[in-house]
Nanobody, 115 residues
């Protein structure tokens, strides 16, 4: 069982930055992959960024060049640095971990970008 706790969401003006954190209850060193997803009202949950245990990353086209995912294995934490935020980034952001075919989700953190 992996428990994930997100933090760092909030209200920011367009063009601003936020850093989300996802703290895991277990060592993430061997977790296959961790990622950030988001869900805006009335829309499906979508992948924002993902990082594997080997450090490979992939991003949604809409955030490339603005968002950066990273992991600190010593702190069992994954981060999402979000720069140049836009109103269309408004959503609840969820942390996800996948390990040996199992998927775990955090409770989500709200990001609100004002125009």
């Amino acid at each position: 069982q992996v428990q994930l706790v997100e933090s760092g969401g909030g209200l920011v003006q367009a063009g601003g930055s936020l850093r989300l954190s996802c703290a895991a209850s277990v060592s993430i060193f061997y977790v296959n992959a961790m990622g950030w997803y988001r869900q805006a009202p009335g829309k499906q949950r979508e992948l924002v960024a993902r990082i594997t245990s080997g450090g490979s990353t992939n991003y949604a086209d809409s955030v490339k060049g603005r968002f950066t995912i990273s992991r600190d294995n010593a702190k069992n934490t994954v981060y999402l640095q979000m720069n140049s935020l836009k109103p269309e980034d408004n959503a609840v952001y969820y942390c996800q971990a996948t390990n040996y075919g199992l998927t775990y989700w955090g409770q989500g953190t709200q990001v609100t970008v004002s125009s």
